[in-house]
Nanobody
């Protein structure tokens, strides 16, 4: 497993931008598939986006496609989530997750390492 620590959350107005970071510990980070999930109050944790080990393949939930971008820097053991054109419905705790196959999957059950989460609040 890897240890994951998210940062970069905060309060932003609708239409604004934020960039989340997820720093990973461990030498095998570059072999992991990485993802972002989010959980709004009273709702289940949902998939946002994933990236494979090399960064060449990404996949997005329809709700964020065209607004969010996932990327990774394997030299820095970090994955990023650039969020643009934010909407109030994007308000949630955002979690970084890692899975061992390296392929990146949209299923929560494939991920066995999770960060503690970072709060994103979008005001209208």
């Amino acid at each position: 497993q890897v240890q994951l620590v998210e940062s970069g959350g905060g309060l932003v107005q609708a239409g604004g931008s934020l960039r989340l970071s997820c720093a990973a510990s461990g030498r095998s980070f570059s072999s992991y598939g990485m993802a972002w999930f989010r959980q709004a109050p009273g709702k289940e944790r949902e998939f946002v986006t994933t990236i494979n080990w090399s960064g060449r393949n990404t996949y997005y939930a329809d709700s964020v496609k065209g607004r969010f971008t996932i990327s990774r820097d394997n030299a820095k053991n970090t994955v990023y989530l650039q969020m643009n054109s934010l909407k109030p419905e994007d308000t949630a705790v955002y979690y970084c997750a890692a899975e061992r196959s390296g392929l990146g999957y949209p299923r929560r059950s494939d991920y066995d390492s999770w960060g503690q989460g970072t709060q994103v609040t979008v005001s209208s």
